[in-house]
């Protein structure tokens, strides 16, 4: 695989952006709903929540729609975010998407020793490449939160 294809593997797949819709929808401001402030740990709302809340505090989701030109650092914040948070992912996580939040975790947690070990250098050799197993689980929480969290999946490119 290219350093290329591994840069968007690490940057792009890592949390669904490449999943995105090729058709653009016109953008809405979005609400989270008021069930998500009372929602139960292990429910698709607090599930939602918590995702949504990690990926907009580092600046990779804005809204309900992930930026799909997400500059690397915001990235490397949500990952390092997932991995420090760890047994606080898994246990927000409704149990039918368990399995793929561990999933994801585990190649987190590889990509976040690799930039650790490498200062972060995107050109640096090693780059944990995603493997089948995490680009499924990937896409089946993308899906997840389309259904259960309404993520918005028209691409956006901030300026």
Known sequence: MSNSAAK?????????????????????????PASWTTAAVGTPEYWCKWVFEVNQRNKSMVGNQYVTNAPPDTMRGAMIEAVVKREDYISASPTEIRDDVKAQLEYFDQTVKWG????WDV??????IPTPAFLAASK?????QVKHCGLNVAPLVLK
């Open 123 to 128: 050109h640096a050799p090693g780059i944990p």
């Open 140 to 144: 089946r929480l993308y899906d997840y």
């Open 8 to 32: 968007i593997g690490l940057f792009g797949m890592a949390l669904g952006f490449a999943l995105s819709a090729s058709i653009p929808q016109a953008r809405a401001e979005w609400i989270a």
């Open 116 to 119: 650790n070990a490498n200062n």
